[in-house]
């Protein structure tokens, strides 16, 4: 027997390895399987088993089988081969990308001491590599982490390398497995005082010390009302300390014992609905139900504030009382916090949450839950997508227009909502796409009768769509000894005070983090660059420092301009950090809060302050798109669009699209209960036709206008776009191997392809990068041949010694 082996790394294609005969009967299609390539270790996939030897070399055998049942099913293994296919990766890549890390067995080095090494070959060895032999002569073998703690240093590669070449030892590779089980200590009573007579016996008699006997009675009064003691919580009630309780332990009055627990909050399966739809919800809800019996894909195109929520959580009792598994997809991290409080109102431990911000340990454990069926229910960011489900009958993909579903580094560049629609086609199950601005592609599927279609126009409670009010920015008056204009205009200032006055709350929207974008030289113009990116440094406040935002990168404020020696400097534009700060000062004795990438980093830090807008003890919250995707806050009734022209003047061929979902996502937090919702958006350009489309709320006329735009320039819906990136430490060789992969392309086919050309910004972490960008019409198999040959070519280039470093990146369907 053989079997086709997926490995996480970057192999052109899998790889194949016999199986030994004492393995055959464990050997199942999606087990783990521990094999050796280029004498490193790993974990790898069974996708394939076949009896007929490969052609033209000898398998090497499989070392283990790691599991007793597959931990990947058949369908997830033909969503990674379709992603592959699709958008040029390996299905090592997406395997990496879709198995949490402790499934990904890491191989350790251990150092084994060689028996057959004589006192006399010791003698040449300097002082670090003597203590190293030394130690391993006791103990025989050494894990790295252990010679790094003897040397009291991380360094210890070249003292392990002269130790090898000596024979003093060799080196062995074993899988360590990284999941661990969490353990707590769990108390109980004594067996012999479990009746009721022993125990009165015992406190009546009772001779210990007075804190032994609190201890004890505080056990009693917890396990009355918890249930079960857990140790910590024992001693954070009764005050008392461990060896307390290990005195009660010793005496045999309290038992103490480990017991294996789940990282994941513990709910009730229960379904308690307790809402019911309006007339207008009851009847996209039937819609969509019927739109189901012809087609597998439906679009619920309803306004900002329509309720879409509640019919997701209608549709989903369906499927758990179909006994059937679904999945509830969101683009940000942020929407997850509010909308799992509400689906846990609803369906309790029924539903779990998916997302990069939970630890290795808890995605197992999610992994586990959703295998094994316990969760019928997933809430999860696109990574969601590659959970094992068992038997999958919906997915709602929220939000379906939003960029943030299409992953851009590193490897698989997919797009979830397109997965999402093949993986459903695996069970046969539906997917529900919903937004408010949807997608042009999604749109035009739609008129092409390839989705269904449910409109849903009118907001829940009847409650009228916000009022658009602009704001032109050259008519704001500039700050006193400067060009710069006020952050917040008069009239954003006076209406602020008004629903400060009515006891309402107020979001203002920049989708700019940090104090400022950039600094500039007064005197001679010079502006603070990145050493190793094309790109201006943002200046945070908070920390007093100038920040890279692509790589990262902090360094000191500048004080003397390198280029003229002037210590003039100006502060230009403005991003959250700034306006905080601005609000602070124009308005006293209200609460302000900050919501973007820089203050909220933990796992719970959204949720968190989401709870406190809810609970309005923020009176005024200032973010980034954070703040404006789908949140429901029923206070909200002014919203402001501080820099609409930084929205607006992107060079993109999908800026209007953009720039229209934006501010009319940001539009729909306003006035959500009640009284009627006010939106004032500060921009220069007055005229642009976009922003009478966002005042008057209206998608259709929108889809119209940008549709005809997209077909006349032959941008997408109606062709299809493969973006491939070339990166290199050398700009030269960077450019040479763009343009050897566009001459080898055009020699096998006609193409439009555009560039090689550098980007807006054309270096990043210190790799220079050109790329380029094919055109290619609606056809299947002309976009499948364009496909192999890039392919092809690379594999051509990596063959060359030249351009074996630089790294090409495919990105097809780039948002």
Same mark, same amino acid.
């Given at each position: @027997?053989?079997?086709?082996?997926?490995?996480?790394?970057?192999?052109?294609?899998?790889?194949?390895?016999?199986?030994?005969?004492?393995?055959?009967?464990? @050997?199942?299609?999606?087990?783990?399987?521990?094999?050796?390539?280029?004498?490193?270790?790993?974990?790898?996939?069974?996708?394939?088993?076949?009896?007929?030897?490969?052609?033209?070399?000898?398998?090497?055998?499989?070392?283990?089988?790691?599991?007793?049942?597959?931990?990947?099913?058949?369908?997830q293994l033909s969503l990674w081969n379709w992603i592959a296919q699709y958008y040029l990766c390996t299905e090592g890549e997406v395997m990496q990308a879709a198995l949490p890390a402790n499934f990904k067995l890491s191989s350790e080095s251990v150092l084994i001491w060689n028996d057959e090494i004589n006192e006399e070959e010791l003698q040449d060895l300097d002082d670090e590599e003597f203590i190293v032999a030394e130690a391993l002569s006791i103990k025989k073998e050494l894990r790295l982490s252990e010679v790094q703690q003897l040397l009291d240093s991380v360094h210890v590669y070249p003292v392990i390398k002269k130790l090898i070449e000596n024979k003093v030892c060799f080196i062995w590779e074993e899988l360590k497995q990284k999941y661990k089980e969490k353990k707590e200590t769990y108390i109980t009573l004594h067996p012999q005082y479990n009746n009721d007579e022993a125990l009165e016996q015992l406190l009546n008699d009772w001779q210990g010390a007075p804190r032994q006997m609190e201890l004890l009675l505080a056990y009693l009064h917890l396990r009355s009302t918890e249930g079960e003691v857990i140790q910590s919580a024992l001693l954070k009630k009764s005050g008392a300390t461990t060896p307390q309780l290990k005195a009660l332990i010793n005496k045999k009055i309290l038992v103490a014992e480990k017991r294996a627990v789940g990282r994941l909050p513990d709910l009730h399966a229960d379904i308690r609905l307790g809402f019911e739809l309006s007339v207008a919800q009851q009847a996209a809800m039937e819609a969509i139900k019927n739109s189901f019996e012809e087609?597998?894909?439906?679009? +619920?195109?309803?306004?900002?504030?329509?309720?879409?929520?509640?019919?997701?959580?209608? #549709?989903?009792?369906?499927?758990?009382?179909?006994?059937?598994?679904?999945?509830?997809?969101?683009?940000?991290?942020?929407?997850?916090?509010?909308?799992?409080?509400?689906?846990?109102?609803?369906?309790?431990?029924?539903?779990?949450?998916?997302?990069?911000?939970?630890?290795?340990?808890?995605?197992?454990?999610?992994?586990?839950?959703?295998?094994?069926?316990?969760?019928?229910?997933?809430?999860?960011?696109?990574?969601?997508?590659?959970?094992?489900?068992?038997?999958?009958?919906?997915?709602?993909?929220?939000?379906?227009?939003?960029?943030?579903?299409?992953?851009?580094?590193?490897?698989?560049?997919?797009?979830?909502?397109?997965?999402?629609?093949?993986?459903?086609?695996?069970?046969?199950?539906?997917?529900? #796409?919903?937004?408010?601005?949807?997608? +042009?592609?999604?749109?035009?599927?739609?008129?092409?009768?390839?989705?269904?279609?449910?409109?849903?126009?009118?907001?829940?409670?009847?409650?009228?769509?916000?009022?658009?009010?602009?704001?032109?920015?050259?008519?704001?008056?500039?700050?006193?000894?400067?060009?710069?204009?006020?952050?917040?205009?008069?009239?954003?200032?006076?209406?602020?005070?008004?629903?400060?006055?009515?006891?309402?709350?107020?979001?203002?929207?920049?989708?700019?983090?940090?104090?400022?974008?950039?600094?500039?030289?007064?005197?001679?113009?010079?502006?603070?660059?990145?050493?190793?990116? *094309?790109?201006?440094?943002?200046?945070?406040?908070?920390?007093?420092? #100038?920040?890279?935002?692509?790589?990262?990168? *902090?360094?000191?404020?500048?004080?003397?301009?390198?280029?003229?020696?002037?210590?003039?400097?100006?502060?230009?534009?403005?991003?959250?950090?700034?306006?905080?700060?601005?609000?602070?000062?124009?308005?006293?004795?209200?609460?302000?809060?900050?919501? $973007?990438?820089?203050?909220?980093?933990?796992?719970? $830090?959204?949720?968190?302050?989401?709870?406190?807008?809810?609970?309005?003890?923020?009176?005024?919250?200032?973010?980034?798109?954070?703040?404006?995707?789908?949140?429901?806050?029923?206070?909200?009734?002014?919203?402001?669009?501080? *820099?609409?022209?930084?929205? #607006?003047?992107?060079?993109?061929?999908?800026?209007?699209?953009?720039?229209?979902?934006? @501010?009319?996502?940001?539009?729909?937090?306003?006035?959500?209960?009640?009284?009627?919702?006010?939106?004032?958006?500060?921009?220069?350009?007055?005229?642009?036709?976009?922003?009478?489309?966002?005042?008057?709320?209206?998608?259709?006329?929108?889809?119209?206008?940008?549709?005809?735009?997209?077909? +006349?320039?032959?941008?997408?819906?109606?062709?299809?776009?493969?973006?491939?990136?070339?990166?290199?430490?050398?700009?030269?060789?960077?450019?040479?191997?763009?343009?050897?992969?566009?001459?080898?392309?055009?020699?096998?086919?006609?193409?439009?392809?555009?560039?090689?050309?550098?980007?807006?910004?054309?270096?990043?972490?210190?790799?220079?990068?050109?790329?380029?960008?094919?055109?290619?019409?609606?056809?299947?198999?002309?976009?499948?041949?364009?496909?192999?040959?890039?392919?092809?070519?690379?594999?051509?280039?990596?063959?060359?010694?030249?351009?074996?470093?630089?790294?090409?990146?495919?990105?097809?369907?780039?948002?």
């Open positions: @027997m053989f079997a086709e082996i997926i490995i996480p790394l970057y192999l052109p294609r899998n790889y194949t390895w016999s199986v030994p005969e004492e393995f055959t009967d464990e @050997m199942q299609v999606g087990v783990r399987v521990e094999v050796a390539l280029r004498n490193k270790k790993y974990t790898g996939i069974v996708k394939r088993l076949f009896h007929e030897p490969p052609e033209g070399f000898q398998p090497k055998p499989i070392l283990s089988v790691i599991d007793k049942e597959p931990l990947v099913y058949g369908h087609k597998n894909v439906c679009l +619920l195109h309803g306004v900002t504030s329509s309720g879409k929520t509640q019919i997701y959580i209608k #549709l989903l009792e369906e499927q758990l009382n179909l006994g059937k598994q679904a999945l509830y997809m969101l683009p940000e991290i942020a929407l997850t916090a509010q909308i799992i409080r509400r689906l846990q109102k609803h369906f309790g431990g029924n539903i779990a949450i998916y997302h990069s911000k939970f630890n290795a340990n808890e995605r197992v454990e999610i992994w586990n839950k959703i295998k094994s069926g316990e969760v019928k229910i997933l809430l999860g960011a696109r990574s969601a997508l590659f959970l094992p489900f068992k038997d999958l009958g919906l997915i709602i993909v929220d939000e379906e227009h939003d960029a943030s579903y299409k992953q851009q580094e590193p490897a698989p560049r997919y797009h979830a909502r397109d997965a999402a629609v093949y993986y459903a086609a695996q069970f046969g199950a539906r997917v529900l #796409l919903g937004s408010a601005t949807p997608s +042009l592609e999604t749109y035009l599927n739609c008129q092409n009768n390839k989705y269904g279609l449910v409109e849903l126009n009118e907001r829940y409670g009847k409650v009228e769509m916000p009022e658009i009010q602009l704001v032109d920015l050259k008519t704001v008056p500039a700050l006193p000894g400067s060009n710069e204009r006020h952050i917040l205009s008069p009239q954003l200032i006076q209406a602020v005070d008004r629903s400060m006055e009515d006891h309402k709350q107020v979001i203002l929207f920049q989708n700019r983090r940090g104090y400022s974008p950039y600094f500039i030289c007064n005197t001679c113009g010079w502006i603070p660059h990145c050493t190793d990116c *094309d790109v201006t440094l943002t200046y945070h406040k908070g920390k007093n420092k #100038l920040t890279c935002h692509y790589c990262g990168k *902090d360094y000191p404020v500048i004080q003397t301009c390198v280029a003229c020696g002037s210590h003039d400097f100006k502060q230009k534009n403005f991003g959250t950090e700034k306006i905080e700060e601005t609000v602070v000062e124009t308005f006293s004795n209200v609460q302000i809060a900050r919501m $973007d990438y820089d203050s909220v980093k933990g796992k719970h $830090d959204h949720d968190a302050l989401i709870r406190r807008f809810e609970q309005k003890r923020i009176d005024i919250l200032v973010g980034t798109q954070m703040v404006v995707k789908g949140l429901d806050f029923e206070h909200v009734n002014l919203v402001g669009i501080l *820099d609409a022209d930084g929205i #607006l003047n992107f060079t993109d061929f999908r800026v209007n699209e953009r720039a229209f979902q934006l @501010m009319e996502q940001v539009s729909g937090r306003a006035g959500r209960r009640g009284d009627k919702g006010l939106v004032i958006i500060q921009v220069s350009k007055t005229n642009h036709p976009v922003l009478d489309f966002v005042r008057r709320h209206d998608y259709k006329d929108f889809y119209k206008f940008e549709i005809e735009n997209r077909r +006349l320039y032959e941008y997408p819906p109606f062709t299809r776009l493969i973006q491939v990136v070339f990166k290199h430490k050398e700009k030269h060789i960077a450019e040479e191997a763009a343009n050897i992969l566009v001459n080898g392309i055009r020699q096998q086919g006609k193409f439009r392809i555009i560039g090689p050309a550098e980007p807006v910004i054309a270096r990043i972490r210190n790799q220079y990068l050109y790329e380029i960008l094919i055109k290619l019409p609606k056809d299947n198999r002309q976009i499948n041949y364009c496909k192999t040959l890039i392919a092809q070519q690379i594999i051509i280039l990596q063959t060359n010694k030249r351009y074996r470093s630089v790294v090409i990146l495919p990105n097809v369907d780039p948002v």
